[in-house]
């Protein structure tokens, strides 16, 4: 029965990750077609886009992405091709693998199969797993091996023998798949190190042997966080490279009467450290979670936060039912050291509020939820009055309607708000690409303008163009150094910005530009021509399509 | 010995609070903001009419109008709307960070609540919870007052719960003290408390008057 039940949950959480997979999000994304040509590279010249053999850090447009995803590619994009199916393939796996481990591993801590089975489920459904676990790979790969190390190291701690020689690969295996992991897999190491000290000091020989592996696993990944690359996108996107603006000290200094006071109230220890701290709490804020999600349209869903209206209610009763699991008393202990370590690589960034980086809180949170639902169901069962039903019956509405909301903001309102740009899913260059690629030979030039950014990454993608001819041409341009960069370009293709007023005097050019770019009234016939206009979902212009003569 | 314990938290609430930002705030832009006006929430806002016609729109293109009806309707945004300003009411950014998006009821620079208060309000929530503790429910229905105004997250509204939560707070901090233990923790509170209400102060009297204009 039980064996039944957690295949249901597996279905469940397949159907949700592969309905409509290659139409909702609605186009990949830059990262998601870096991670595909880099596979595609790999398979074909055995080294990334820039002709590194086998790389460890896969350069891409400057951030330098974890190798792990890139390298599981390869069979799929061998079987399935350069495809939008095959990037979407394995999250939308690993993510339904993770959803009925994680259900195996609630069972395993709390030996309750109501909490397992309800944790499941909620998170077979939960709209921020879905959200990382239907696109955007490397994010459900890394989640997939967190999930493996904890399950398989309790599975040790219960008798184990070859199990934490299993954890110790699956935590290795998570650090090479995303970035986050990197901060969080060692914290909630030490965590758990500090839980369960008892068990590990009586079986200190297997756990160093465990250990040793994993370091030895790890030890290229150290190396090549030392490289200028990693430094740069660590000083780029953390806190650590963050400088306060000049004007705001300029400002602070001329305010404060003498520079004791200034020193002793805006120096960075007390202004980064409220920042950290804001940071934090954000990650946990009801605005953040139910009410908007994070501002980054690639992972919002439009209308909503990261979680339904209806856990607002089984939140506030999981907790309060806590007690349910207070006999698991470490277990407990790790249920929230891990929410308590979840948000660290969110609140060490830039940004005030990051769903993706701190993905591993969906997991603890769905563990409370469960329990929430089992808390309810004890108060029904325990109350004798006849409107009992009232309460139950309001929260199930509340539950349907959310649920309801979410999958139509998810499939219809989402896309229509996110398509744009590289924060969102930059629609419009598989069309884009389709237009132009057949053209490109009747033209000097085919300059692509990169408002949107990344475009080479689409053309090369879309083009299934041959990396041992590209490798050669690769180059990256930098605007500055804390920008991400653009392929310069390849063949008669150029990636740049478009400046109309200098750029329509090139005979023979072929350009692709948004609006702002080429304006529709400069376009004179005498001189050029409107091949086309390639259009964003909700009919606004999302492309001009320019020949000059 | 109960009751002892009961008067000194109800004192230690009021000093609390009184040492918090938002009576100084109020206090230092009290004659701009008793002329101010009162806007009360609308049932029919324009912004939300046009809102749902325009979703409603794009669910009708895609030919499934009935779901429009059902998930986008005045009712259904206002029950979420009314939530969200429920939720406001414990964001970290209005109780700890920010505050009052008005610049004159909020220095922005920290919330109605200190950040050292945090473990504190944890705690008499425990509290309160463990003792069954009839507080624990008014305080969380009175950020409902909260959605009766336009602007989101406003203090005027919110100013019960506030209250409110300075009273947990109190509790809290009135059991730890009376602990006969952790003094080295006991130290630090202090000195975080007089380093945050130091900083709120420093703040209030020479950033906050150009903030506001008073310069």
């Avoid at chain 1, 939820?369 to 069962?381: E, Q, R, V």
């Avoid at chain 1, 260059?429 to 085919?446: G, I, R």
């Avoid at chain 1, 879309?462 to 605007?479: G, H, I, N, S, W």
């Avoid at chain 2, 998006?101 to 008499?124: D, H, M």
Wanted: proline letters at 5%.
């Amino acid at each position: 029965m039980k064996k039944i039940i957690f295949l249901l949950i597996f279905v469940v959480a397949l159907f949700f990750r592969f309905y409509k997979i290659t139409q909702v999000p609605l186009s990949l994304n830059w990262d998601e077609t870096a991670f595909g040509y880099n596979a595609y590279s790999v398979i074909q010249t055995g080294k990334d886009e820039y002709g590194t053999k086998l790389p460890l850090e896969f350069k891409s447009v400057g951030d330098y992405k974890c190798p792990l995803f890139v390298y599981f590619l390869v069979p799929v994009i061998k079987i399935f091709g350069l495809n939008e199916f095959s990037i979407r393939l394995l999250p939308s796996l690993f993510g339904a693998m993770s959803v009925v481990l994680f259900s195996l591993l609630v069972n395993d801590l709390f030996g309750n199969i109501s909490l397992s089975i309800l944790s499941g489920m909620l998170l077979a459904i939960s709209p921020w797993h879905l959200q990382f676990t239907r696109a955007q790979g490397d994010v459900a790969l890394g989640s997939f091996f967190v999930i493996l190390g904890l399950w398989s190291f309790n599975k040790w701690l219960k008798g184990g023998r070859w199990q934490i020689y299993l954890s110790s690969f699956s935590f290795s295996l998570a650090l090479y798949s995303y970035f986050s992991e990197r901060l969080f897999v060692p914290v909630l190491l030490l965590a758990i190190a500090a839980i369960y000290q008892k068990e590990i000091k009586k079986r200190l020989k297997p756990t160093i042997k465990a250990f040793l592996l994993g370091f030895l696993l790890c030890l290229p990944l150290v190396f090549s966080m030392l490289s200028s690359g990693q430094k740069g996108k660590i000083l780029m996107t953390t806190i650590f490279g963050y400088q306060r603006p000049d004007e705001y000290l300029q400002k602070m200094k001329r305010e404060d009467i003498f520079s004791g006071i200034f020193n002793l109230y805006h120096n960075q220890l007390v202004e980064y450290g409220l920042m950290v701290i804001d940071h934090y709490f954000n990650q946990f804020s009801p605005s953040f979670l139910f009410v908007k999600g994070p501002p980054d349209d690639r992972q919002k869903i439009y209308g909503m936060g990261m979680m339904f209206w209806s856990d607002v209610i089984l939140l506030v009763v999981g907790m309060a039912n806590i007690w349910l699991i207070k006999s698991k008393k470490k277990e407990t202990a790790l249920l929230f050291s891990w929410l308590a370590v979840a948000p660290l690589p969110a609140v060490i960034t830039r940004d005030p509020v990051h769903a993706r980086r701190a993905f591993e809180m969906v997991y603890p949170l769905m563990v409370i939820l469960a329990l929430g639902i089992l808390g309810i169901n004890k108060w029904y069962s325990r109350c004798k009055s006849k409107f009992r039903i009232i309460p139950i019956a309001v929260f199930l509405t509340i539950f349907f309607w959310s649920f309801g909301y979410y999958l139509l903001s998810y499939y219809l309102l989402t896309p229509l708000r996110t398509y744009q740009g590289p924060s969102g899913w930059q629609y419009g260059y598989k069309q884009l690409v389709e237009f132009v690629s057949p053209l490109k030979d009747k033209y000097n030039q085919v300059v692509i303008d990169t408002t949107y950014q990344g475009p080479y990454l689409f053309f090369l993608f879309y083009e299934k163009y041959d990396p041992a001819k590209y490798q050669p041409q690769a180059f990256l341009v930098k605007k500055d150094e804390w920008s991400l960069g653009e392929g310069r370009g390849y063949d008669n293709y150029q990636f740049r910005d478009i400046y109309w007023p200098r750029d329509r005097s090139l005979p023979k050019t072929l350009f692709a530009g948004p609006p702002e770019r080429i304006s529709k009234k400069d376009i004179d016939p005498k001189q050029s021509e409107l091949l086309t206009t390639i259009y964003f979902p909700d009919g606004k212009e999302a492309f001009y399509v320019v020949a000059t003569k | 010995m109960k009751a002892r314990r009961m008067n000194l938290s109800i004192i230690i609430f009021i000093l609390l609070f009184l040492m918090s930002p938002t009576p100084w705030t109020l206090l230092f832009n009290f004659s701009r903001l008793s002329k101010a006006e009162i806007n009360f929430y609308k049932f029919n806002s324009p912004v939300f009419i046009s809102e749902i016609n325009f979703t409603r729109g794009q669910i009708k293109e895609a030919g499934i109008a009935i779901y429009g009806k059902i998930f986008i309707n005045k009712f259904t945004y206002f029950m979420k709307d009314a939530g969200q300003r429920y939720l406001e009411s414990f964001d970290s950014h209005f109780l700890f960070t920010q505050g009052d998006l008005s610049i004159e009821k909020s220095t922005r620079n920290s919330g109605p609540i200190y950040w050292i208060w945090l473990p504190f309000l944890g705690y008499g929530f425990y509290l309160c919870y463990k003792n069954r503790s009839k507080i624990l429910v008014f305080v969380l229905l009175l950020p409902i007052l909260g959605i009766l105004i336009r602007e989101e997250y406003e203090t005027f509204s919110r100013l019960p719960f506030i209250i409110g939560m300075y009273y947990i707070v109190g509790l809290g901090v009135t059991e730890f003290f009376n602990k006969k233990k952790y003094y080295w923790t006991k130290a630090l509170v202090l000195i975080l408390l007089v380093f945050e209400y130091s900083r709120f102060l420093h703040y209030l009297l020479l950033h906050y008057p150009y903030l506001v204009g008073r310069y």
